[in-house]
């Protein structure tokens, strides 16, 4: 069950304005939006943590990892997008990290309430390379908001704003009453090795955790869980690299400092 929702304001407003464009920071509308969606939330029962609440120094990992120290049910990051030049594009989009679980229909949901205020709805697109994506232990979305260099879609963020703001908290009330929203499944592995031991020499080292059975079965058992060890490098970025290959084959993977 979804209860403890972590809403992102993108970017962070200090070192990280995110997209700028004749003045209108990205930072500033996403803080907005992101407070405005989280008082819905809140006021329908949801346990509502926030990224940021102001221009703090913040990169994308911290935010992932604020996340994952919440133990939170769901993540969800604003944003708005920006062409290579003025009114190239105009228009909604939602990220995912894959389309495994309740994702894309929360996704789509969003997408369709904004398209319903009049913004286009480009589409649900695979992002497995975002950092808030790929790095939260729970399911996430990224909710690009609309174009900050489109004159079309700042006069509807502006003038439209709570009802923009109701239409993404919609999205995920709705989809978390309609769908069998049960936290995604881990994958099964055929092998296991007992717990390794530190590594002393190790900076970062990609692990996995699980029992043999299924997921299901797996809920039920009280045995300890196994990690499997994969790497060790001195270098985070190498650490880094080897788990986007992981998870790039399907698994669930975490980097852990020793």
């Known amino acids: 069950m979804v209860n403890r929702i972590v809403i992102d304001a993108g970017h962070n407003g200090l070192t990280d304005p995110g997209a700028v464009f004749n003045g209108r920071r990205e930072s500033d509308d996403t803080l907005r939006l992101a407070n405005a969606v989280g008082e819905i939330l809140s006021r329908n029962g949801y346990d509502v943590i926030?990224?940021?609440?102001?221009?703090?120094?913040?990169?994308?990992l911290q935010k992932a990892e604020l996340a994952n120290d919440a133990d939170a049910d769901l993540f969800v990051s604003i944003h708005r997008n920006m062409g290579t030049y003025p009114e190239q594009y105009n228009g909604v989009q939602t990220l995912v990290y894959d389309r495994s679980g309740f994702k894309v229909p929360m996704a789509e949901n969003i997408n369709q309430n904004l398209e319903g205020l009049g913004f286009r709805n480009i589409n649900v697109d695979v992002r497995p390379d975002l950092a808030v994506l790929r790095r939260?232990?729970?399911?996430?979305?990224?909710?690009?908001?609309?174009?900050?260099?489109?004159?079309?879609?700042?006069?509807?963020?502006?003038?439209?704003?709570?009802?923009?703001?109701?239409?993404?908290?919609?999205?995920?009330?709705?989809?978390?009453?309609?769908?069998?929203?049960?936290?995604?499944?881990?994958?099964?592995?055929?092998?296991?090795?007992?717990?390794?031991?530190?590594?002393?020499?190790?900076?970062?080292?990609?692990?996995?955790?699980?029992?043999?059975?299924?997921?299901?079965?797996?809920?039920?058992d009280n045995r300890p869980l196994y990690r499997v060890q994969v790497g060790a490098f001195h270098n985070m970025q190498n650490a880094i690299e080897l788990e986007q290959e992981l998870k790039r084959l399907g698994y669930n993977t975490w980097i852990v400092t020793v």
């Open 50 to 60: 926030y990224t940021r609440t102001g221009d703090i120094s913040q990169s994308v």
């Open 136 to 220: 939260t232990k729970m399911p996430a979305l990224l909710v690009e908001a609309g174009f900050l260099d489109s004159q079309e879609d700042n006069r509807l963020f502006d003038s439209r704003f709570y009802e923009i703001a109701q239409a993404i908290a919609d999205g995920i009330m709705d989809t978390l009453t309609t769908e069998a929203a049960d936290p995604e499944e881990p994958v099964t592995f055929a092998s296991v090795q007992p717990p390794l031991p530190p590594m002393q020499t190790a900076s970062s080292v990609p692990w996995s955790a699980f029992r043999t059975e299924t997921a299901s079965t797996a809920s039920t």
